[in-house]
Nanobody, 122 residues
């Protein structure tokens, strides 16, 4: 069994920054890609970013490219540095794992966390 624990969300003013963290526990999956998706009330789930198991490859949604940076601490941790936040970034953010990096933008996850709330005020 794999558990993902998301943290780091909070309330921030527009233009501010937050750093989300995700720690995995359970079976070893050192070659899994990891990523983040978000979901706002009344809206569909939205891909945010993904990173390969090696950390060499990253993918971003157009809406966050240039403002968000995904990184890995090791095989079981992933971070999302969010800068220049906008009110439209308000959502619950979930980290996830997948067999390959290209699975994540297609929402083909193996596991996902419980989510952490990000609220950006205008």
């Amino acid at each position: 069994q794999v558990q993902l624990v998301d943290s780091g969300g909070g309330l921030v003013q527009a233009g501010g920054s937050l750093r989300l963290s995700c720690a995995a526990s359970g079976r070893t999956f050192s070659r899994d890609a990891m990523g983040w998706f978000r979901q706002a009330p009344g809206k569909e789930r939205e891909f945010v970013a993904a990173i390969s198991w090696s950390g060499d490859n990253t993918v971003y949604a157009d809406s966050v490219r240039g403002r968000f940076t995904i990184s890995r601490g090791n095989a079981k941790t992933v971070y999302l540095q969010m800068n220049s936040l906008k009110p439209e970034d308000t959502a619950v953010y979930y980290c996830n794992t997948a067999r390959r990096i290209d699975n994540i933008p297609r929402h083909e996850y193996n596991y996902w966390g419980q989510g952490t709330q990000v609220t950006v005020s205008s």
